[in-house]
């Protein structure tokens, strides 16, 4: 019988099974976080402008000027995780990359483009006027499909029986794997999370601008919940679709087949639902920031939950064609610690470029008046300070004391 993967004759890997696993799943989490920011920013930008208020552009014109930057990061740290695949999954993805190769090879100058849209909407934004909302329409339709390429080739890498006979039929590497039947759902519930990361971002954004903005400031921290809360909920029937679309065995590796899976599947349910109550009472609350950065945090929980998820689907839908646990490891110690020295170096530079950007902003941004004397001697407080003015001394030498409850003051001369 010809074996489903015939022997490859695979290099050692250069890490434990352990560590290179770490690796994926942690660099995978960081480019989630950032992608959905891209991808569902740019959706949230496009239908802001569509509304065309003052508010509603505001809040896009904020969304944009976020863009270059959050695409930057999500390639930065999308790379890492495509390595972490290849090494560990070589023969599957390579594969899997010449049955689609055409379309896939096509993801890399859509992203160029897409890339290269988001600095002119993000720069020029008040001088497009009338392509203000199909820019970032038509952005967000170009990542949707790079995300639809690489969720067809995720998929099919898991059925290495349909390799020989994909190959057969269309060898010129036309094709997409539309017979899978998770390929929509995983599609769907990818988009649709995007939606809701940036619905958080627009939240969080307005929570941090009430005290200057206050009325711009809960309109767009409660617009965002809004959309947070609505497409989490979306998200969770098509995670539901998802699962059931799934083959029995798959299934039931997040059903105690494997405690590991098990518990992230738990743990990443009761964080949505966290993040959801969180958001609903963030909507309504006068101090939304607890309640927005807990379910930012709840958030993270998900995502990590979902790629601990997405990894043991993955060993078991290719379990016992490939175990990636039998490879053989050759250790390169030296190359590990290059390389978590430069990714520790990449992680601080991110952070300084952020600090900066953050002081950038802040800025430009119009400051509270401070207290002090004004031009006629009387001390000026902050909009909204009831406490009584401290008397100061006019140019005439008299004591001026503001008016009370009690009644007028007089002038003394000193």
């Known amino acids: 019988m010809t074996p489903v993967l015939p022997f490859f004759g695979t290099l050692p890997l250069p890490a434990p099974v352990w560590l290179l696993k770490a690796l994926l799943l942690l660099t995978f989490i960081v ?13 949230l930008a496009a239908l802001f402008a569509f509304k065309g208020k003052p508010r509603h552009l505001d809040a896009a014109r904020g969304l944009v000027r976020i863009m270059p930057y959050a695409t930057a990061f999500a390639i930065v740290f999308g790379v890492a995780p495509l390595l972490f695949i290849q090494v560990l999954y070589g023969p599957l993805f390579y594969t899997s990359a010449i049955l689609i190769g055409t379309p896939f090879l096509l993801s890399i100058p859509v992203i160029i483009l897409a890339y290269a849209l988001m600095y002119l909407v993000g720069y020029r934004w ?6 203000r909302p199909w820019l970032p329409l038509l952005n967000f ?35 997409l794997n539309m017979a899978e039947p998770t390929l929509i759902p995983r599609f ?32 767009q921290y409660r617009s965002g919940a809004t959309w947070f809360a609505g497409a989490t ?27 590991p899976a098990s518990i992230a599947f738990g743990v990443a349910l009761a964080a949505a639902l966290l993040a959801l109550c969180g958001a609903l009472l963030g909507i309504n609350s006068v101090k939304p920031g607890p309640y927005l950065w807990g379910t930012a945090g709840a958030l993270v929980a998900v995502f990590a939950g979902m790629a601990i998820m997405r990894d043991a689907i993955r060993g078991a839908a290719l379990r ?12 390169q110690w030296g190359a590990i610690g290059l390389f978590a020295l430069l990714m520790g170096a990449g992680a601080w530079v991110c952070w300084w470029l952020l600090k900066q950007q953050k002081i950038a902003g802040s800025e430009r941004r119009p400051k509270p008046p401070s207290p002090g004397l004004t031009d006629s001697g009387i001390r000026s407080l902050h ?25 007028p003051h007089r002038l003394v001369d000193e």
């Open 141 to 175: 339709l170009l990542l949707g499909y790079v995300g639809f390429i690489m969720t067809s080739l995720s998929t099919l890498m898991l059925d290495p029986d349909r390799f020989k006979n994909m190959y057969l039929a269309h060898p010129g590497g036309w094709q």
């Open 383 to 407: 909009p909204g300070d009831s406490r009584t003015t401290i008397p100061a001394v006019t140019d005439s030498g008299a004591h001026r004391l503001p008016p009370s409850s009690s009644g």
């Open 188 to 219: 769907l519930h990818m988009m649709v999370g995007a939606i809701a990361v940036a619905g958080l971002y627009v939240a969080i954004r307005g929570a941090r601008r009430l005290r200057l903005e206050p009325e711009q400031g809960r309109w």
């Open 31 to 43: 480019h989630l976080l950032f992608m959905n920011l891209m991808a569902g920013g740019n959706l």
């Open 126 to 131: 008040d001088k497009l006027k009338r392509s």
């Open 320 to 331: 016992p064609d490939y175990v990636v646990q039998a490879l053989p490891v050759g250790s």
């Open 233 to 259: 909920l979306v998200n969770m029937a098509l995670g539901v679709w998802w699962l059931l679309a799934l083959p029995k065995e798959q299934m039931m590796t997040l059903m105690g087949g494997s405690l």
